[in-house]
């Protein structure tokens, strides 16, 4: 049964095959005169917008040849890489970092020669990278720390324009713990020739002042910067005179050599146990007999200064990297003292886009240095172990736990305010309010 509404689609049963034909055939001819006048009216707009066109190029396609010419990087794509021969072509080449690499400054310059897209503002390029175990936390709380843990890397990264690379695998199988970093590290030079500085940033670590930008000009004559203090390091020969959990160190030949150096104090060497000794001796508050990177760096420096010392800067002007438990409980008076700035100054007021922060934290500068407690650049939750929950006895996890809140959320409220949010009590991370016009003068 045919429903009513669609009956008159139906071909009539008196019609015959001929009457069929004969309207196939004068559909057909509609159709082609069709086609052929439509064809010819494209014809005529391309042929007034090139007076010589190319039909072919615009009808056919071609599978690029051995002899074609790959785009140029500059006018094309910067994604688009160099036929040339560069290092990635030598069978010789290694990650590993058992394989030592030889001339990579020139090797690194010619590689941005012939991709000088990125040669433009490789002196500025920074590459943040971290990471965490392969495994799945045994403390319960520790995926959702490590989560945001890694957010806050992630916000820091995209307001500053940096790129970020998370690992969670073993690059050396000789190499886990605190030495895992420096396989890592190499093989992400080799990774990206195009940015000047590889910063290493403990998975524990927290970026606090998400305005702040990294000062890379002071650090135009250096290779490396570690947060200490010469006097402790010099002098006292203490352990704990620099940290090596967070650094910035420059894409050149001379950090492939010393980080060479560096860990062959590490597990893979055969004399490790040695090397502990040797640290353990000449550093008389290092707690533990194994050999550690801290302690191999700041060996570095009282043994061999001459030769690695002047290409080191001791940062000891701002929190490049600062003891938790000496700063989470100022983050409450530190944020009441910049809103009272705020409330003060118009301009710090003012709703901007994410991607001007760094503007706004210029501006801020000059009501903040030497006025008032300044925020913290990074908090380091050394010996918290947010992973595997084995803390440092001196405290408590509540104190941890405690502490990471606070600082995960005062950094998370400068990037929520870009979004119209913030949060009033850095220990409720479940609270969240919508920012008024005009905050924090109206409130």
């Not at 990635?88 to 290694?94: I, K, Q, T």
């Not at 403390?139 to 940096?162: A, E, M, Q, W």
């Not at 670590?205 to 250096?222: G, H, I, N, S, W």
């Amino acid at each position: 049964m045919v429903l009513p509404e669609f009956s008159r689609y139906q071909t009539s049963p008196k019609r015959s095959v001929l009457y069929k034909t004969a309207s196939l055939i004068a559909d057909g001819f509609l159709f082609v005169g069709g086609a052929s006048l439509a064809i010819s009216l494209i014809w005529a707009l391309l042929t007034s917008i090139n007076p010589n066109p190319l039909f072919e190029t615009i009808f056919t396609t071609t599978q690029p040849t051995s002899n074609d010419v790959v785009p140029s990087l500059n006018t094309v794509y910067s994604g688009v890489d160099s036929p040339e021969s560069t290092f990635y072509d030598d069978p010789e080449l290694s990650y590993s970092i058992d394989r030592p690499v030889k001339n990579w400054d020139q090797k690194r310059k010619q590689w941005l020669k012939h991709h000088t897209h990125f040669a433009e503002s490789t002196n500025n390029r920074v590459l943040i990278v971290t990471g965490s175990q392969p495994s799945v936390c045994r403390n319960p709380t520790g995926d959702h720390l490590h989560l945001r843990l890694f957010k806050n890397k992630v916000d820091y990264s995209r307001i500053h324009g940096h790129e970020i690379f998370y690992n969670n695998a073993l690059f050396h199988p000789q190499m886990p713990g605190f030495w895992a970093k420096y396989p890592l590290i190499r093989s992400a030079m080799l990774a990206h020739p195009e940015v000047e500085w590889v910063w290493w940033v403990d998975s524990d670590a927290v970026f606090t002042d998400m305005e702040f930008k990294l000062p890379l000009e002071k650090y135009e004559r250096f290779n490396l910067v570690v947060h200490g203090w010469s006097n402790l390091v010099y002098d006292n020969k203490s352990w704990t005179s620099l940290n090596a959990g967070v650094f910035l160190i420059r894409n050149c030949q001379w950090s492939m050599e010393i980080m060479e150096r560096w860990t062959s104090m590490g597990p893979k060497s055969p004399d490790y146990e040695k090397w502990g000794k040797t640290q353990k001796s000449l550093l008389k508050d290092k707690l533990y007999p194994e050999s550690d990177d801290q302690s191999a760096l700041i060996y570095l420096l009282l043994k061999e200064k001459e030769k690695w010392g002047e290409k080191i800067f001791l940062e000891s002007d701002y929190n490049f990297e600062g003891y938790w438990l000496s700063l989470v409980d100022d983050l409450d008076d530190i944020s009441k003292s910049y809103i009272e700035i705020e409330q003060k100054v118009e301009i710090l007021r003012r709703r901007h886009a994410e991607k001007v922060s760094e503007y706004y934290g210029l501006l801020r500068e000059e009501y903040v240095n030497g006025i008032v407690k300044r925020r913290p650049f990074v908090v380091h939750f050394t010996g918290c172990e947010p992973c595997s929950g084995e803390f440092n006895p001196t405290y408590t996890w509540e104190a941890c736990w405690n502490g990471m809140q606070r600082a995960l959320n005062f950094a998370d409220n400068q990037v929520l305010r870009r979004f119209g949010f913030f949060r009033p009590d850095l220990l409720n991370s479940s609270l969240l309010l919508p920012l008024p016009f005009d905050f924090p003068l109206v409130w």
